[in-house]
Antibody, heavy 121, light 110 residues
Framework: QVQLQESGPGLVKSSETLSLTCTVSGYFISSGHYWGWIRQPPGRGLEWIGTIHHSETTHYNSSLKSRVTISVDTSKNQFSLKLTSVTATDTAVYYC??????????????WGQGTLVTVSS | QSALTQPPSASGSPGQSVTISCTGTSSDVGGYNFVSWYQQHPGKAPNLIIYAVFKRPSGVPDRFSGSKSGNTASLTVSGLQAEDEADYYCSSYADTNKLVFGGGTKLTVL
């Protein structure tokens, strides 16, 4: 059974960098599939942040591209998110998830439970 | 890369059918057959219920069905049950190698 688990600080100061890691179990990232980050501000809808393949091919949301870096560490079976210069509008539940086939054209079939990150002033 | 447009709310009585729309553009919904739908219960991660416009993952009841016409995709829930009360989100592949979600629809079972 594929499982994903987000980890990282739950509180980040404004203007600093948000860093999260997604640890995958039950499947080797190096075996294929694409892996993504999605966020959901409290009481609001889902927003795709970006997607990565184990080859390190990445695709990003245009509105966040200047601040986002997604990376992969196949030796640890993890992929990570960095979001720089955060503001209160970046406060959200952050999810990691697996695309169930080739890339961003494929939906997410497995999701982490999500982790709330609050940006404080 | 704008969010897809969904009605904020929908409702129906048990046993009835309800349809939720998802409107995009020719650069996303209208241009590709890569529309998905997710169900999200409060405090939970989204769960995939429809992909590639109308396909259902294993284990999803056939009460859930999807379709598309032009730039608008639709999710129909037939034979409404109490457990169908949840938020529903559409998503679509978009030019180029992007993914866009709808704003979400809160479905209430009366």
């Amino acid at each position: 059974q594929v499982q994903l688990q987000e980890s990282g600080p739950g509180l980040v100061k404004s203007s600093e960098t948000l860093s999260l890691t997604c640890t995958v179990s039950g499947y080797f990232i190096s075996s294929g599939h694409y892996w993504g980050w999605i966020r959901q501000p409290p009481g609001r809808g889902l927003e795709w942040i970006g997607t990565i393949h184990h080859s390190e091919t990445t695709h990003y949301n245009s509105s966040l591209k200047s601040r986002v870096t997604i990376s992969v560490d196949t030796s640890k079976n993890q992929f990570s998110l960095k979001l720089t210069s955060v503001t209160a509008t970046d406060t959200a539940v952050y999810y990691c998830a697996r695309h169930f086939c080739g890339g961003t054209n494929c939906p997410f079939d497995y999701w982490g439970q999500g982790t709330l990150v609050t940006v404080s002033s | 890369q704008s969010a897809l447009t969904q009605p904020p709310s929908a409702s129906g009585s048990p046993g009835q059918s309800v349809t939720i729309s998802c409107t995009g553009t020719s650069s996303d919904v209208g241009g590709y057959n890569f529309v998905s739908w997710y169900q999200q219960h409060p405090g939970k991660a989204p769960n995939l219920i429809i992909y590639a416009v109308f396909k259902r993952p294993s284990g999803v009841p056939d009460r859930f069905s999807g379709s598309k016409s032009g730039n608008t995709a639709s999710l129909t829930v037939s034979g409404l049950q109490a457990e169908d009360e949840a938020d529903y989100y559409c998503s679509s592949y978009a030019d180029t190698n992007k993914l866009v979600f709808g704003g979400g629809t809160k479905l209430t079972v009366l």
